[in-house]
């Protein structure tokens, strides 16, 4: 499906036309490809007094190959911007912050810097999570970095994302992996789509990669639903990051389902998630192939739209079976026969519908509310077996199901978020994939939205 008003619009006429008339101006976002540097210029790293990340995230940002300029406005160490100088990234410590007053550091850093942010730039606050904090001012402070990061991903523009990590001050070794697993995910274009988030890295087993272009090497990972859509886009890009993936689909997609199998050298499994013993076969399939599976990507999922009054039973029991209950049967079973290692993750597939609500969509909203609830008790619950369970929220995204929806609430849907565009398959695809990377264990119980920002839910 495509974007036909951004496509003219990042043509050199329609810019011209777009910039007169004041029309929603879609950039074109920078996206990951293999061997990209991880930002398009220098990031800016800047700390409030007493901070205790900006020198793991300097270490990162090294090992990355970004070598950061650090501005301490507090201590009176502005940074001199001439203005040409277009900073891939802005990142901020602000776990120094223990009260209101300190707010203002946070001013201080961005407002000379404002302007200086490349084309799909970065900003990225760093705090404490405030039910951590020692006192109510710190946890008020701490709280309060989610209004500014929200707003500047409203305010920048131009492809800029902006989110707030949270990260555990009782770290583990986990903890220091998967702040880097973030780090490369937020900062890189992999998350062109993800903006205005919140993140929690807490503790937990992960392991950083031998080579972070193949951050999934030798991990097996099952798609359901992978015969299309953001399914086979998942397929593809976890097969490029070097993961073994078994990909699912009705047998009615087997063509399909093949096609994609073959070109990412992965293996086909038919089968309908609501067949009776669908979950019991499923097992039975990966103990005997590969013993294990790394990695549960729970992908597959159907709408069937009415207003509630008009709905029949039978679309409501089908979309909560496909999209909700099929992901219990399935986890219920691998977990009990422990297919699934130490290490292992279960990603599932959200929707922004499910945090917001959507008329037509009682059914489809509830099963994807569901989701999150399963994520909110399963992560904890597993913890304990370092199993990490995570959701990804998309937004609007192009696909099958996106064309499908009548011109004028399609074009509404595409622009009314900071993108001012639809993401692509690929976009939920990189979201997913850093979440079952082996680097992300500390990553758990986080809902992600792949919604450029949506206004929807916000
Ligand atoms: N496209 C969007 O904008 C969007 C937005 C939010 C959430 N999502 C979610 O993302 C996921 C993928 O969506 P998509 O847009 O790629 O949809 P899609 O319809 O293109 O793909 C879904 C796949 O799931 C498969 N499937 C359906 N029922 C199945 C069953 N019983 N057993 C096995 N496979 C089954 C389908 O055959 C299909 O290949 C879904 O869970 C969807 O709800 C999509």
Redesign the pocket.
Known sequence: MTDRYASFVQSGAGRALVKRLGLPDPPRLRRHRPGDPLLPGPALLGTAAGGRLAEPVGRILRAAGVEPTTADPAAGGDVAVDADTRFGALLYDATGITDSTGLRHLYDFFHPYARSLHTSGRVVVLGTPPEQCATPREATAQRALEGLTRSIGKEFGRGVTAQLVYVTADGDAGTATSLEATLRFLLSGRSAYVSGQVIRVGTGPATAPADWDRPLDGQVVLV?????????ALARVLARDGAQVVV???P??GD?LAAVANEIGGTAVQ????APN?ATRLADHLAARHGRVDVVVH?????RDKTIARMNVDRWTQVID??LS?QERINDVLLERELIPLGGRIVS?????GIAGNRGQTN?ATS?AGVIGLVDSLAPALAGRGISVNAV??????????ARIPLALREAGRRMNSMSQ??L?VD?AETIGWLAWPASGAVSGNVVRVCGQSLLGA
């Open positions: 359901t639903g992978a015969a299309r859509g953001i399914g086979a699912l689909d009705i009615e997609a399909e089968l309908d998630l609501t669908a992908n597959a999922g159907i709408t496909v999209n099929s597939v959200s929707s922004i519908a489809y994807k929220a998309p937004g609007f995204i192009e696909t099958r199901l996106t639809g993401g398959p939920v």
